[in-house]
């Protein structure tokens, strides 16, 4: 991984993407069951819409001037912006470290969400918080400790239709990870602010927490955890008020990890209730019931995935230093 970044920080640091015409897709579609027939059609591709990020992450689908696409290039500390005919270009930087000099190898913001408002919201690695900015530029810090103690990183994060917020707190973005003498907290956490401002602790026995998502009917919360030992997704019960319940196992993929590249990261749900989770060799796609149905093989480290476009069925993904799409026949929760 280190060497990875180093030998791609020799790039010159204007360019934010590179042609892709030499590799318009990649990766397979792996069907195990019969129901993925009726959620990815069967002449489906993975196409590659742009490149030469350092690390992509946290894409989100804009619906405003005619729809767009935001994600994370965490090094890079920037956000970037993809519209279908145009490409990419730098949306905001910097993205999740305003301070002084270097902050580590993934300074930047992370997950990427949109408030129940349509106000972008933010993971911030470098300066440690969760923020929300308007479309007319104002900025401000909606979360950035626990009782007076810093966060580590914040990750990813999702919003309840009722204003309510849930993101994790990996140490992933601090400067040394969990040994970092820059962290204040001593367990990584997953959490859930209501919208009058209560700070809550769902989980802190998760080593790293990462992706985070609700299932349609919000009564559902999904934590995907990046852990080589126990590659898991749990999922919990959410409560009318928005509080959350113990959590208990959705679906393992450690087996699966022994043998393909990647663990669970992203989260992406369906409105039928399906969980798109990023994780070894790509994206799995899950049933409400924790089945797995198919894969979706990159050949990529592929962390994160979200689902856009006019319709609400294109399957964005960000795959290390790429970002791909698959057409699906099912639409995202929430289009």
């Known amino acids: 991984m280190i060497a990875r970044l180093l030998i791609i920080a020799l790039l010159p ?5 590179q042609d892709t015409k030499n590799f318009p897709t990649l990766g397979e579609v792996v069907r195990l069951d019969p129901a993925l027939d009726r959620l990815i059609a069967k002449d489906a591709k993975v196409e590659v819409l742009a490149g030469g990020f350092v690390w992509s992450e946290g894409p989100v689908w804009v619906e405003r001037d005619g729809g767009y696409l935001l994600f994370s290039d965490i090094p890079n500390n920037k956000i970037v912006k993809w519209v279908e005919g145009k490409g990419a270009s730098t949306f905001l930087q910097p993205s999740g470290y305003t301070g002084l000099g270097s902050y580590g190898r993934e300074p930047g913001s992370n997950g990427l969400a949109l408030d129940p408002e349509g106000n972008l919201t933010m993971c911030e690695h470098g300066d440690r918080r969760v923020s929300r900015m308007t479309w007319d530029g104002g900025k401000r810090t909606l979360v950035d400790n626990v009782e007076g103690k810093r966060l580590n990183s914040p990750n990813d994060l999702c919003w309840g239709k009722n204003g309510d917020l849930y993101f994790t707190d990996p140490p992933y973005g601090l400067p040394k990870g969990w040994e970092s003498s820059t ?17 809550t602790v769902v989980d802190k026995t998760l080593p790293r927490p990462n992706g985070v998502a609700l299932s349609p009917d919000g009564q559902t919360l999904y934590v995907a955890q990046s852990e080589s030992s126990a590659a898991i ?3 919990y019960p959410v409560a009318e008020d928005g509080s959350v319940g113990e959590g208990s196992l959705f679906f393992d993929a450690t087996e699966l990890a022994k043998d393909h590249r990647g663990l669970p990261d992203g989260l992406a749900i369906d409105q039928n209730g399906n969980v798109w989770t990023t994780g070894p060799g790509g994206v799995l796609v899950v049933s409400p019931e924790g089945k797995l149905l198919g894969r979706i093989l990159t ?3 592929t962390a994160n995935c979200c689902f856009g476009g006019a319709d609400g069925r294109a399957l964005y993904m960000t795959a290390d230093t790429w970002l791909c799409r698959i057409q699906t026949t099912t639409t995202g929760a929430g289009f």
Do not use: I, M, N, P
């Not at 640091?13 to 993407?17: E, G, P, T």
């Not at 962290?183 to 700070?199: I, P, Q, T, W």
């Open 13 to 17: 640091a204007v360019a934010v993407a």
């Open 183 to 199: 962290r204040e907290l001593d367990f990584c956490g997953v959490y859930h602010l209501s919208k009058d401002g209560k700070l």
């Open 233 to 235: 997704v749990r999922k």
């Open 299 to 301: 050949g990529e480290l």
